[in-house]
């Protein structure tokens, strides 16, 4: 099977800790290809005090690599958006337009720090729901908050919020804590879709045996639900509606 879409990607180099050169994002790009991604969505890290990146400068990097990929055969259509990390100043730049929704700004990703998922956070994630826009959590299985209990995440969806797995979590990429963390919540139904989350081309290797966990564990229809379904919802709006 193939026409997956990959929601969180770091192939565009020279902006964060993803791809660090042209090269090697096209690279990260035809090994996507290869694993059945039509189109893959560029999230440079939006992180005030670690990637100091704007919206502006994250559309500059992603132009720089549009002329490589265009020269490229065998990669999957590419797009624009952001990881951004949950800070009052990030929040701030989402309402006031100056951020990078997912195309067709009917979604946004969103990062977070190892805390508890204070009240304030559901009150700006309900807030960004009433503008019509999506809050699509990234990663959720490594914070430590879902480890002791999947509860805050239940009512973070029950309101309408999003989750993402990373797929290499369910096969211990980032440790046991994750790995059980991504297992359970894959098992309880709470992801609406899945990627790769890759920054080199090696990554990719990690997703495919995380798409084999799945594909085994749960069938072809979840993988097309995590892969292609999910993603095509969360770009049209239509996901925790």
């Given at each position: 099977m193939s026409g997956y879409i990959d929601l969180h990607c770091h192939f565009v180099p020279g902006i964060d800790d993803g791809a660090r050169t042209a090269e090697e994002g096209?690279?990260?790009?035809?090994?996507?290809?290869e694993a059945g991604f039509a189109r893959t969505i560029a999230t440079p890290h939006m992180r005030p005090g670690l990637f100091e990146n704007t919206a502006t400068e994250i559309t500059a990097a992603y132009d720089r690599m549009l002329?490589?990929?265009?020269?490229?055969?065998?990669v999957p259509q590419t797009a624009l958006s952001s990881e951004h990390y949950f800070t009052d100043e990030v929040y701030e730049?989402?309402?006031a337009g100056s951020a990078l929704p997912y195309p067709g700004a009917r979604a946004v990703l969103l990062e977070f720090y190892e805390i508890d998922f204070l009240p304030v956070i559901a009150e700006r994630l309900y807030d960004l729901r009433r503008r019509r826009l999506t809050p699509v959590i990234a990663h959720p299985e490594?914070?430590?908050s879902f480890w002791k209990s999947t509860e805050p995440?239940?009512?973070l969806i029950r309101t309408g919020t999003v989750a993402l797995l990373d797929t290499a979590?369910?096969?211990?990429k980032y440790g046991?804590?994750?790995?059980k963390c991504a297992r359970k919540l894959l098992e309880e139904g709470l992801y609406h879709a899945a990627c790769s989350d890759a920054h080199r081309p090696d990554d990719v290797e990690e997703v495919l045996d995380g798409m084999k966990f799945i594909r085994k564990r749960y069938g072809e229809d979840e993988i097309e639900r995590l892969?292609?379904?999910g993603p095509e919802e969360i770009l049209a709006g239509r996901a925790g509606s």
């Open positions: 096209v690279a990260l790009l035809r090994a996507l290809h002329p490589f990929i265009a020269r490229a055969t065998d730049r989402i309402l490594r914070y430590r995440l239940e009512e979590a369910l096969i211990g046991r804590e994750p790995e892969f292609r379904e």
